[in-house]
């Protein structure tokens, strides 16, 4: 593999002279989580609480005037919370929870768009001891029926539109004791159905006092599902201790000071909309920017520029659809001060990273973790120089390797299984209800993440595929990375998608599905300029035998490429569970 096909962004400029984590060497070789658990503020007692870290602490040091959240609905509306505001209000929800005789432990799934009453809700339960579970908005019923019925969920916080489209399988659910329906004028205000409970009517009933809050490091908190090639969706628990993670990344991997104001895109469905698009931001005390639409490249500048964003946390699909729209969009909006973007979701291509450089001013800094590991393990941070294309270094306190099937460590620049030694504070606590499946993913001491990757002689860290994602062709181990970046050098192509095609005398060869930018159109012509292009930047070992023009690649809701869906439809083969797959 060839890790070094771009060259090095040296650190880049910043309006802040004072980036954190600013002399990393230094920082890792010293590092101690105790030092972290300074400074948060545990419960009396020594309990913890996601929730409290978030919010409350903040008003018990002053601040509960700071904005907190900056709200702008998809037609225009906008709010704005305080962190006095947020406390209040996930106090009532908390208190709503105990009227209805919700226990500690109880699962709360929450089934609604990037509204503040999500947020409201999931800090809520959090106060209450009871673990939430987010649902994706886009879902259809049967992947809410999955993950409802198998968490034993009792409560379902959702909105109008949204119950009707689930409201077949809601009988089905016979754990289900409670639906409470935001039901406000201005977000879809209609009659609610038989048994249901009105959010607003609930609230109002509420005290905004609430506690004492009495969780440990160690009690579940949230709880997300995660889609494997075949099976039901699993779902991967995590314990409050994760926001000492949550607020240790948000500091050292996005840089977030506490006059920044943050945008992240992610949906609340996702680990990544909690993680960082509630916990990290809040613990940090930022003021955060909550949109509800869509993706719209004009409108997300617009976004970045009337909220005076200086921080922007996104994803590879989403930057990869900016580019579609070219350097010169962006430059017509001030984005002065923006001073630090960020990517997570899948591997960020080189290509990407260097167009942020020009279309915004600076890099984005991608970064390595998983719904099971919580938080951000490996990153590019402020205060290095970025490598395109690799997942950047550890943080300070997290331990990876390379290692082989029995686990061994292996040497820099050998590829192999990416794996992290245990603990750490954000780690799983288990796949709900199937702990053999989750004892499976532990060996010798270490998190086997099932991403395969090359560490290289400065430690950083290089992905080269997930583990059923490398093809191996006529002995030669390829990662589909790798391919699908230097195709999307090429102009015309907007993304790439790269399988290992069955073949009698290779084992496998190499077939890549591409899509292309607007302005180009599929034909021979250009399929075969692009399999040369392909052999010019790659080893013809490496490069595509074969190349399919098609409107656009599977995705997963998060912007990840189903690369097991194209081969799956390649080969007539089951396409497995397809819940998390985005609609056309």
Known sequence: MTMQRHETITKPSTPRDDPNLADYDATRASFDWADVEEEIDFLPGGGLNLAYEAIDRHVVRGNGDKPAMLWEGKNGEKETYTYDDMRRQTNRFANVLGGLGVEKGTRV???????????????????????????????????VRDRMEDSGAKVLVTQPDLRKKIAEILPQLPDLEHIIVVNKNGRSAEPLAGGDLDYYALMNEASDDF??????RDDYSIMHYTSGTTGKPKGAVHRHNAVIQHYLTGKWCLDLHPDDIYWCTADPGWVTGTSYGMSAPWTNGVTQVIYEGGFSARKWYQVLEDYNVTVWYTAPTAIRMLMKSGVELPKTFDLSNL?????????????????????????????????????????????????????????PGINPGIIDADGNEKPDGTEGNLAVRTPWPSMFQTYWQQQERYDSRFVNGWYITGDEAVRDSDGYYWFIG?????INTAGHLVGPFEVES??????????????????????????????????????????????????????AAVAPREIEIIPGLPKTRSGKIMRRLLKARELGLDEGDTSTLEED
């Open 109 to 143: 799934f929450t089934f609604m768009e990037r509204v503040p009453e999500i947020y409201f809700t999931v800090f809520g339960t959090l106060k209450a001891g009871c673990v939430i579970g987010p649902l994706f908005s886009a879902f259809g019923p049967d992947p």
């Open 466 to 470: 997930r583990s059923d994602d490398v």
């Open 486 to 539: 230097a195709l999307i050098e090429h102009p015309a192509v907007a993304e790439a998608g790269v399988i290992g095609k069955p073949d009698p005398i290779a084992m496998e060869v190499v077939k890549a599905f591409v899509s292309l930018k607007d302005g180009y159109e599929p034909s021979d012509e250009l399929r075969r300029e692009l399999m040369g292009f392909a052999r010019q930047k790659l080893a």
């Open 339 to 395: 001073r630090f973007a960020a990517s997570v979701g899948e591997p960020l291509n080189p290509e990407a990273v260097e167009w942020g450089v020009e279309a915004i001013g600076m890099p984005f800094h991608d970064n390595w973790w998983q719904t099971e590991t919580g938080g951000i393990m490996i990153a590019n941070y402020a205060c290095m120089d970025i490598r395109p294309g690799s997942m950047g270094r550890p943080l």
């Open 211 to 216: 506690g004492p809050i009495a969780t440990t």
